[in-house]
């Protein structure tokens, strides 16, 4: 056996409690420089989307910054920036999150900012037309002005996926986005964001006592509603092979992605981890079984990557969800070959197992990313927050680099085993550049 | 609106007393060699960052490129795939980039592999070999990489601004086009590392959860024989700004039109320079600038519409950009015109200034609380003459920046009438909008 690197962890602590109006809170202090991060994570996302809205739940994401009980339009960000701090959100397949990095000297501020949101959004016609406009440009940013847009989670789906919380496109048609209504976000927020329905977390340089009584000061008289009961988002598994394409007009390129269905990362957690592991012996860096073989050797595809969600996030998304293995291809690309070389080492991964320390330096460069990520105290909330949202447990946190080094050889192997084609959802870009 | 309950008016909490900016202890030696090495000790996870500047100005650009590309694809002993892996056997990777100033490595690692990944560092600057078939499969990924790079407005756009507002100078091309990619010969590798690839003036940065100085130490036995004395360049400054028509890119059918403004600006060690981060701050700098709550929070205009000074080491300038609306490209430049030409006219209001000023020195505290952004920052100041100390400074000049400061450098670096403005989009449709506010000269999107 090959010397094998220790994986490290952290050691960072965990408060958590619950206020009477059923918010739940997590602390997570860290006095080694002065700044914070705070986090707050609404049970709703893209799957949550009434039919005929598709887009909603990230549009409601842009009103949310409109303007509160408290507070104009613009104020929010004011505030955040004029005390020194940075802010965002984002909305993703299972929630949505708002959150703010900040010196430590404005985290009552912040509080008080997330609170009078929570409380009520001003959700008015002008601000609803304004934010539509600024979707629609985001949206062709993104998607409509960009080679490659929406590749591919936007367009996967849609072949893996039959019913429309799974299937449908989260940015949204441009008709469904216009024809949103102020009542339609009104049903939204009554419904979705409860602070039953809500996770706040709290990094960084912050003294437990004090902002325990603080946020029980602001957010203490939030209304209580309970949340909403998540509804069942199961699909069967694929049993035959499904595969499309579509020409993208600005592509140079040839580029596929394809899919395959894994176990349920909240109620499998064990049987899940081996496919995050999988994903990177696969394709993280040059010494990687896909990269090693389709880059360097056959120079069948020239970028590769795998990863476990639709949006790369393998520890913030629920049921059902998946390995993606994306590829780009030189000109003239033989997308069928590819897919077979990709079924071959997947094959042969499965009997014949893993070279000598191949697991353990990936497990390592892993220990590495999730260490990283932590580093900053609002990755850190952010993480506790979903955790908590999810799992009940954001102090696994702590625990994923020891995880994910204790995941052994016959899980990834057996998992390998697993990504057969018949299962595998698969989607093509026809090059319709000029180039 | 109906949800909500009403308590009343709510204040909004005071802010709590500021931190004072603690800039962490840097240890800094220079090596026989010529190299400099500046470690930083920040504990929070158990990994170190690594960042090896190289000065790399008036390079051949389709050579720089290509030697970034294939810097880590073998050496005498090592092929391309064990340097990967015995990289990741310490949890690490290094990456190369460069662009028309520097050559960048770059890595992260697990802490208790910091004595390897110098080695490896070391192998690949002492030793890297440029094999034929791994240069020759680099080379055609290059190829495409910068084919889809041509077909992103954002990408076209830039090239279409550094040609026109750099001229003749070496900043003018940073893309090289296929063709000249296509030429480069693993020779014309070995030949520039052996030029370029030295030790001296080239500066490396250690962030992490080290004792500075035995991370020193560690640096100066894995790097301490990394020789050879090569040529060096100097960059000649950047050209003033001319102004003149407005171009117009013509790149039909696109859905929305890119808007670039440059503006001139100055140095992080001119004495103006923090009182221009604040206006251009106050004007288009962040979230909450006048610019950005105008064409996005009023009129819809557009997505991110951001303004930044980019600093580079032959000169500094400002360059607004955003994408916007091809309907509404006319009516964007005429919001953008009017937001530069009242920070010109007009001095900001003092509220408007202690936002910007509280902004940009609650930034300064963020960007220096993790490892990577502490060795992004401690690297870009030392590639400029800098180190750390410099934020003391730079923060005590944002704190003493006064309305009349603010208002008498924006009337200087962000008046139109010193703008070179680039939009890229379908002529056919926005030339006739954007001729109503300004001369236009329309040239076809190259290549």
Redesign the interface.
């Known amino acids: 056996m090959?010397r094998?690197?220790?994986i490290?962890a952290?050691k960072y602590p965990v408060e958590r409690f619950t206020l009477d109006n059923g918010l739940r809170v997590v602390l997570t202090p860290?006095r080694?420089?002065?700044?914070i991060g705070v986090a707050v994570v609404y049970d709703v996302g893209i799957r949550s989307e009434p039919e005929g809205r598709t887009g909603f739940a990230h549009l409601f994401e842009h009103l949310m910054f409109q303007g509160s009980?408290?507070l104009e339009?613009?104020a929010h960000?004011?505030?955040v920036?004029?005390?020194?701090?940075?802010?965002n959100g984002s909305t993703h397949l299972d929630y949505t999150d708002y959150f703010e990095?900040?010196?430590?000297?404005?985290?009552?501020?912040a509080l008080?900012l997330e609170a009078?949101r929570m409380?009520?959004?001003?959700?008015?016609e002008e601000n609803l037309?304004?934010?539509?406009?600024?979707?629609?440009?985001?949206i062709?940013?993104n998607v409509?002005?960009?080679?490659?847009g929406g590749f591919p989670w936007l367009t996967l789906p849609p072949v893996m996926f039959d019913t429309f919380p799974n299937a449908h496109d989260g940015y949204g048609s441009f008709d469904d986005l216009e024809s949103a209504t102020?009542a339609d976000a009104?049903d939204f927020?009554?419904r979705y964001y409860a602070c039953g329905n809500a996770v706040l977390a709290v990094s960084g340089d912050i003294d437990v006592t004090e902002a325990t009584e603080l946020i029980t000061r602001h957010f203490g008289?939030v209304?209580a509603r309970p949340a909403p009961v998540r509804p069942d988002f199961t699909e069967p598994d694929l049993t035959a092979e499904r595969r499309t394409s579509y020409t993208d007009a600005?592509?140079?390129?040839p580029a596929v992605a394809g899919a395959w269905r894994v176990p349920d990362p909240i109620t499998d957690f064990a049987g899940y981890l081996p496919y995050v592991v999988l994903a990177e012996v696969l394709t993280?860096?040059?010494?990687s079984r896909l990269v090693?073989r389709l880059?360097?050797r056959d120079?069948s595809v020239?970028?590769l990557s795998g990863y476990l969600g639709f949006m790369g996030d393998p520890f913030d998304v629920r049921d059902p969800t998946a390995l993606l293995l994306q590829a780009?291809l030189?000109?003239g690309g033989d997308v069928d070959k590819m897919l077979r070389t990709v079924d071959e080492e997947l094959d042969r991964l499965a009997t014949d197992g893993l070279t000598d320390?191949e697991l353990?330096?990936?497990q390592?460069?892993m220990?590495?990313h999730l260490?990283?990520d932590?580093?900053?105290?609002l990755g850190r909330a952010l993480q506790m927050a979903v955790l908590e949202q999810q799992r009940g447990e954001p102090g696994l946190l702590n625990d994923l680099p020891r995880l994910v080094g204790d995941v052994t050889e016959e899980q990834v192997r057996a998992a390998a085993a697993t990504l057969r084609p018949e299962r595998r959802a698969t989607i093509e870009v026809i090059p319709g550049?000029a180039? | 609106m109906s949800v909500t309950v009403s308590a009343g008016p709510r204040a909004l909490p005071a802010l709590g007393p500021t931190r004072k900016l603690k800039v962490p202890k840097q240890s800094e030696r220079t090596l026989g060699n010529g190299l400099t090495v500046i470690a930083v000790r920040r504990p929070a996870v158990p990994l170190v960052e690594l960042r090896l500047w190289v000065p790399f100005g008036r390079v051949n650009v389709a050579r720089g490129a290509m030697l970034s590309q294939t810097m880590l694809s073998g050496t005498e002993s090592m092929t391309s795939v064990q340097i990967a892996a015995e990289l990741q056997k310490v949890g690490a990777g290094l990456s190369a980039g460069v662009d028309a100033d520097r050559l960048m490595l770059s890595g992260a690692g697990l802490v208790t592999g910091l004595d390897r990944m110098l080695e490896l560092m070391a192998e690949v600057l002492t030793g890297a070999s440029y094999p034929g078939d791994e240069v020759s499969t680099e080379r055609d990924r290059l190829i495409d990489r910068i084919q889809v790079a041509q077909s992103q407005p954002t990408h076209l756009v830039r090239e279409a601004l550094l040609k026109r507002i750099y001229g003749r100078h070496p900043y003018a091309a940073q893309t090289p086009e296929p063709g000249q990619i296509r030429a480069v010969r693993p020779a014309a590798l070995r030949t520039l590392h052996a030029e370029r690839v030295h030790p001296a003036g080239a500066q490396l940065v250690v962030v992490g959860d080290v004792q500075p100085e035995k991370a020193l130490d560690a640096v100066e036995r894995a790097l301490g024989g990394w020789g050879g004395a090569g040529r060096t360049a100097t960059l000649p400054a950047i050209p003033p700004l001319e102004t003149g028509p407005l171009l117009l890119v013509d790149r039909p059918g696109s859905v929305q039109s890119s808007l670039r403004v440059a503006l001139p600006a100055v140095p992080r060690t001119d004495p103006d320079h923090a009182a221009l981060q604040l206006a251009n701050l106050v004007f288009g700098g962040y979230f909450s600038s006048r610019w950005v709550e105008n064409i996005r929070e009023d009129k819809g205009y557009t997505y991110g519409p951001h303004s930044v000074i980019e600093h580079s080491v032959a000169g500094s300038i400002l360059v607004a950009a955003a994408e916007v609306a091809t309907e509404v490209t006319g009516p964007a430049l005429l919001e953008t015109t009017y937001e530069l030409g009242r920070m010109a006219s007009l001095p900001p209001k003092p509220e408007e200034l202690e936002q910007a000023r509280q902004y940009a020195l609650g930034t300064l505290q963020l960007g220096m609380s993790t490892q990577a952004g502490l060795a992004a920052l401690t690297s870009a100041y030392a590639g400029n003459g800098l180190r750390l100390d410099f934020l003391a400074e730079y923060a005590a000049r944002l704190a003493a920046a006064t309305v009349d400061d603010v208002a008498r450098v924006a009337a200087h670096h962000l008046a139109p009438s010193r703008a070179a403005v680039v939009v890229l989009g379908d002529a056919e449709r926005v030339a006739d909008g954007l001729a109503a506010l300004t001369t236009v000269r329309v040239e076809p999107v190259q290549p």
């Open positions: 090959a094998r690197s220790r490290p952290t860290d080694s420089a002065p700044v009980e408290n339009k613009l960000f004011r505030h920036q004029g005390a020194g701090g940075t802010f990095t900040l010196p430590s000297n404005a985290l009552e501020r008080f009078d409380r009520g959004p001003r959700l008015t037309r304004n934010q539509v406009d600024v979707v629609k440009e985001e062709r940013v409509l002005s960009r080679p490659y102020v009104e927020f009554r008289d209304p600005l592509a140079p390129l993280d860096g040059d010494a090693e880059v360097q120079r020239t970028g780009h030189p000109p320390g353990a330096r990936t390592a460069r220990a590495t260490l990283r932590t580093d900053a105290v550049g180039r």
